[in-house]
């Protein structure tokens, strides 16, 4: 048995719930078979404690271990931002800008990028947060599109099709070869952060792993410091999931 799994009791080695703060926190197994170790970690948006697990490692243990670990994921999950609902004269975030959210129940539902910082919106206040959401999206697709013409082209690659995720888990994702996936909350960050995650996704188009020639290829196609827009995501990717549910 794990050192840390001694002097567990057995109703908390299987359950599968953790009160972090108050909050029940549902704890999400995954087996990976290239998995070396058990990997804890928290979801984004703080809904989940994930947990990813060798072949051979025990359900049980790694609830275990997630309970053996409690206080950090307490302190962590303190940390995350508070779920804040985009609002008349508040904020919303664009492309590492903060943006005044200007509602005006007669102009055009379309949002509007206007001078001096501020984003018009129109139409019932009901729905407002939908309505963004939308415009949001629409705009990251159209980025990230325009990202995945500029590295295929420098990887002399022909253009892919590119779609949007919602994932908590992962910022893209790049399951054939032939599609990549890009997380719509990317485009309230920076844009060298979001370039950043598709052109990584565009490596793997070429190298489908993480091997020298994939961060060659990336070092090669991306302008930017890889290291720092990842960086970034670490530091303030939770917060993207702030504004919008």
Same mark, same amino acid.
């Given at each position: 048995?794990?050192?840390?799994?001694?002097?567990?009791?057995?109703?908390?080695?299987?359950?599968?719930?953790?009160?972090?703060?108050?909050?029940?926190?549902?704890?999400?197994?995954?087996?990976?078979?290239?998995?070396?170790?058990?990997?804890?970690?928290?979801?984004?948006?703080?809904?989940?404690?994930?947990?990813?697990?060798?072949?051979?490692? +025990?359900?049980?243990?790694?609830?275990?271990?997630?309970?053996?670990?409690?206080?950090?994921?307490? +302190?962590?999950?303190?940390?995350?931002?508070?779920?804040?609902?985009?609002?008349?004269?508040?904020?919303?975030?664009?492309?590492?800008?903060?943006?005044?959210?200007?509602?005006?129940?007669?102009?055009?539902?379309?949002?509007?990028?206007?001078?001096?910082?501020?984003?018009?919106?129109?139409?019932?206040?009901?729905?407002?947060?939908?309505?963004?959401?939308?415009?949001?999206?629409?705009?990251?697709?159209?980025?990230? +599109?325009?990202?995945?013409?500029?590295?295929?082209?420098?990887?002399?690659?022909?253009?892919?099709?590119?779609?949007?995720?919602?994932?908590?888990?992962?910022?893209?994702?790049?399951?054939?070869?032939?599609?990549?996936?890009?997380?719509?909350?990317?485009?309230?960050?920076?844009?060298?952060?979001?370039?950043?995650?598709?052109?990584?996704?565009?490596?793997?188009?070429?190298?489908?792993?993480?091997?020298?020639?994939?961060?060659?290829?990336?070092? +090669?196609?991306?302008?930017?410091?890889?290291?720092?827009?990842?960086?970034?995501?670490?530091?303030?990717?939770?917060?993207?999931?702030?504004?919008?549910?």
């Amino acid at each position: 048995m794990i050192d840390w799994l001694r002097g567990a009791s057995v109703h908390r080695a299987l359950d599968p719930e953790i009160d972090l703060g108050g909050a029940r926190v549902p704890i999400v197994l995954k087996r990976m078979k290239t998995a070396r170790r058990l990997t804890l970690r928290l979801a984004p948006d703080g809904s989940e404690v994930r947990i990813t697990l060798p072949a051979w490692a +025990e359900g049980r243990e790694a609830i275990a271990f997630a309970h053996a670990r409690a206080g950090w994921l307490a +302190e962590q999950h303190a940390k995350l931002p508070k779920r804040a609902a985009p609002e008349p004269g508040g904020e919303v975030r664009y492309r590492g800008q903060t943006l005044r959210l200007a509602w005006d129940p007669r102009a055009a539902r379309r949002p509007v990028l206007e001078s001096g910082g501020a984003l018009r919106i129109g139409g019932p206040q009901a729905g407002l947060e939908t309505r963004l959401r939308r415009w949001l999206e629409a705009e990251a697709l159209r980025l990230a +599109e325009a990202d995945m013409r500029d590295y295929c082209a420098a990887a002399g690659l022909a253009p892919v099709a590119i779609g949007l995720t919602r994932a908590q888990r992962r910022w893209g994702s790049c399951s054939d070869r032939q599609r990549i996936r890009i997380n719509w909350r990317l485009v309230q960050a920076p844009d060298f952060v979001r370039r950043s995650v598709v052109a990584h996704e565009v490596a793997h188009l070429v190298h489908f792993d993480h091997s020298p020639a994939f961060h060659a290829l990336l070092a +090669e196609i991306f302008e930017g410091e890889i290291r720092a827009a990842d960086r970034w995501l670490k530091d303030h990717g939770r917060s993207l999931y702030a504004s919008f549910g």
